[in-house]
């Protein structure tokens, strides 16, 4: 087996404590460097306000950080 460097292993462990811990209100930034505002969480989908009236449905697993 491969052995990952020690900040691969902390950055898979903070995305996944951001994963479990996302709330409808949190403002999160995307892969793609979209931003928005989380309306509701689902087991594997979030609805997020990207403007205003303008609700997108993608991953939660897209999401790679907090605002």
Same mark, same amino acid.
């Given at each position: ?5 020690? !900040?691969? #292993?902390?950055? *898979? ?6 994963? &479990? ?13 979209? !931003?928005? #505002?989380?309306? *509701? ?6 609805? &997020? ?19």
């Amino acid at each position: 087996t491969c052995a990952l460097p020690i !900040y691969v #292993k902390k950055r *898979r462990s903070e995305l996944n404590d951001l994963h &479990v811990d996302l709330k409808p209100g949190m403002k999160v930034m995307f892969c793609g460097g979209v !931003y928005g #505002k989380l309306v *509701r969480v689902g087991k594997e989908t979030v609805e &997020v306000e990207v403007a205003k009236n303008v609700i997108i449905t993608v991953s939660r697993y897209a999401i790679q950080g907090t605002v």
